[in-house]
Structures are given as C-alpha cells and as structure tokens.
C-alpha cells in the first residue's frame, strides 16, 4: 500500500510521531507561572523543529530590546497555542492566519515576516522525487495524502480549496490522509514514502532545502499556489497597548542592528513589518469557502 521506503527511517518518523500525541506541549521556557512583567510568545514546530538553540538566542535578544523577561513556549499545535492565548497565558505567537481570523475579536495583529522581499509565502504540493507524473492534487486520486495542521493554511486550507473547486473532499479522495503536525514531518512523510504527496508551507520547504538540503532529497516541489498573507505574529487584544507597542517595535526594527540581522539570516527572513489585515483576505475567503476547516 506504501510506496518503497527505508523501514528505519519509518520507525524513526512514527516513534517521533508517537512521542508528540503522549506528549502535546514541550516547553523552551514555559513559565505560565512566572510574573505579569514577562513577556511570552508561543510557537508550533514549524522550521524551528531542529532549532531550539536559535529559540534561546532570539529570546535573549528580545530580553535585551525589551529589557525585561520573555519566555518561549512551544506547542504541538494551532489549536494549543491559540487556546493558551485567548486564555491570557500567552501574550503573542506566531500562528497560521486561520486561527487569527477565526477570532478577530480576542486576537490583534501584531507584525507580518517579510519574505524574498514581500510579507507572502506560497502552499507546495510535494511528491516523491521518483513522482514525475503528479502536477497537482487532482492527481492523487486514491493515494495517501500528508497534511501539516487542521488550522494550516498552505498545509490543510489550501488543498481542501483546491479539492472544492473539483466537489471533492479528503476523505472521498484519498485512500487515507492524515495530519504530521508539523511541515518539516510532512516533509519526512513524503520522502519516505508513508504518503503519496502532502501539502507544506512554501517558506519551510525552501528553508529547508536552502539550511539542511538532506532533508528534501526525497520529494519534488509538484505545484505551487497562489501567493497568500505569510503567517503572522498576533498578540491578545488584552495585552496592554505599551507591551503592545515595544514588542512590536522589537520585531519591526530586527533588521537594523547586526544582532537582529544575523537572527533574521538564520530564520531566512528579510525582516518583519507591521502588515495590514488586508493581507489576509484571500485566505478568508478560503475560509468562506471551506467553512467547517475550524
């Protein structure tokens, strides 16, 4: 049923995979507990999976910038770090776009990464690098499929749009699917064969390809959307507006001193900008369109 792959690399990605579900949350420095006057910022494992080290680093410049405690915690997912925002024990995170636009009214745009010049990133349709056949998810019809996260834009929201535009779903189309929970385990997936194709963020494929080339030998870049509003940093719309305004500032500025410019390298970014929520109007409509992703 699978496609041939390397059985210890199979027992590898599903031990990994298993060691995610017992345990949903890992924490860099998780201090739900710690005073009000720390600042705390969630992230997913998005390219960040093998990059901890970076993570301390990029917390100890926002200490200095800010001059003040911050703390990085890190979850399995979307739906994990939003509920730890609209509790109030998360200050801001960088998430996908549907869950910001799904709760405007408890979540506030904070900035947007700039990308190859511009605050967009694209959704890649990735296959096996033997796959020459495949050019778009229509494609794949009775294959297994890989998506990222149920609240992904280019890892759930955008193939399911493309599959509504041919009045199909994942579960009449494909043989199986099912969710990694992280782009770069999608990745993993497809190359070594435990899915056909899968749906991953642009940036992290060519952030990958461009820092660990090793890792994406095995797949083929198939097809490539429509460009989108990159993911943001959104912040609790309960957060004080001083907070609000240095830790912007914080990010915004990143590419002017040496410090931010060697962390913005490592993150393969251009910088960050304080976006606009126009940005994200093609994905709301997306979400008009598949409106029971959420």
Same mark, same amino acid.
């Given at each position: ?27 860099? !420095?998780?201090?739900?507990? !710690? ?25 100890? $410049? ?24 609209? #509790? ?26 700039? $990308?190859?010049?511009?605050?967009? $990133? ?22 297994? $499929?890989?998506? #990222? ?17 041919? %009045? ?41 390809? %461009? ?66 929520? %126009? ?16």
């Amino acid at each position: 049923m699978f496609p041939n792959g390397n059985a210890t690399g199979r027992r590898k990605f599903l031990a990994g995979a298993l060691a995610l579900v017992s345990a949903p949350g890992t924490a860099l !420095a998780d201090r739900q507990s !710690a005073p009000r006057e720390e600042i705390r910022i969630g992230t997913t494992p998005v390219f960040l999976d093998d990059h901890l080290s970076l993570l301390s680093v990029w917390q100890k $410049y926002l200490e200095e910038r800010l001059e003040r405690k911050v703390g990085f915690a890190r979850r399995r997912s979307y739906q994990e770090i939003t509920d730890l925002l609209l #509790s109030g024990q998360l200050d801001a995170a960088w998430v996908c776009s549907p869950p910001y636009l799904m709760n405007l009214s408890h979540l506030r745009l904070l900035c947007v990464p700039v $990308y190859e010049g511009k605050p967009l $990133y694209r959704s890649y349709l990735i296959v096996q690098s033997e796959d020459t056949r495949t050019r778009h998810i229509s494609d794949l019809r009775g294959h297994i $499929y890989a998506f #990222s996260d149920p609240q992904s834009n280019s890892g759930c929201l955008v193939p399911r749009v493309e599959l509504h535009h041919a %009045k199909e779903t994942p579960n009449r189309f494909f043989l199986k699917s099912f969710f990694t929970f992280s782009h770069r385990r999608v990745v993993d997936a497809v190359a070594l064969g435990l899915a056909h194709g899968g749906s991953v963020d642009g940036y992290v494929w060519d952030t990958m390809r %461009k820092q660990i080339p090793k890792t994406t030998e095995g797949t083929r870049v198939a097809w490539k959307s429509r460009e989108y509003g990159f993911p943001p940093i959104v912040a609790r719309r309960s957060l004080p507006e001083r907070d609000f305004q240095s830790l912007q500032g914080a990010f915004v500025s990143m590419h002017d001193d040496p410090a931010g410019s060697a962390l913005l390298q490592q993150l393969n970014l251009d910088g960050f900008e304080r976006g606009t929520h %126009k940005l994200f109007a093609s994905v709301e409509a997306n979400l008009r369109l598949v409106g029971d992703l959420l």
